[in-house]
């Protein structure tokens, strides 16, 4: 498929070049920083753009847990690795800097999820699944069977907002002597 860049074709290949340079999906957020802080482009035009090249299917936009995701497509890395030198070199620098910088992050960043559901074998109960991944590898699941909607959703919200507390508090309890 053939695509015109021509209307902000440097800020399209920043995002082009940024992804094909991840070895996993850029969030919005992460995007929003990289091309904000440097000032490639502002907010709209960094939002104008995403959906242009997702439109031209040079990039595709997936959603996990209510977050925008972005991977490059085949097309979309042909392009930026064809045209990353039409970037002037200390925008390469600085966006080969933020894939490192990244790259480091991720392999850090924990994967916190807090959900329930409602309990279809009974009719006031709630299942409550907590759960903490690193790296795809299970670091401490709890499920909970709870009364009310209320408390399931309180206990969400706790769980995500003091996830380092909890896991640290019960496992102390489970290895104390």
Do not use: R, W
């Not at 021509?6 to 091309?35: C, F, G, H, R, V």
């Not at 959603?63 to 970037?87: C, D, K, R, W």
């Not at 002037?88 to 990244?102: K, R």
Request: net charge negative; charged share 20%; hydrophobic share 35%.
């Amino acid at each position: 498929m053939s695509y015109d860049m021509t209307e902000n074709t440097q800020d399209k290949l920043i995002i082009l070049y940024l992804l094909t340079k991840m070895q996993s999906p850029l969030t919005l957020s992460q995007l929003t920083i990289a091309i904000l802080e440097q000032e490639y482009c502002d907010y709209f035009t960094l939002q104008q753009n995403l959906t242009e090249l997702n439109k031209a299917s040079l990039i595709i936009k997936n959603m996990h847990n209510n977050i925008s995701n972005y991977t490059v497509t085949p097309s979309g890395a042909q392009i930026a690795n064809a045209h990353f030198q039409l970037l002037p070199p200390d925008i390469l620098a600085e966006l080969n800097q933020f894939v490192l910088d990244t790259s480091k992050e991720a392999k850090n960043i924990l994967d916190i999820t807090a959900t329930y559901c409602k309990n279809n074998e009974k009719e006031h109960e709630y299942i409550v699944y907590c759960k903490i991944t690193e790296n795809d590898s299970i670091l401490f699941e709890l499920n909970l069977n709870v009364s009310t909607n209320n408390v399931a959703n309180s206990i969400c919200n706790n769980f995500k907002k003091n996830t380092n507390e909890i896991y640290s508090e019960i496992l102390h309890l489970l290895t104390k002597g």
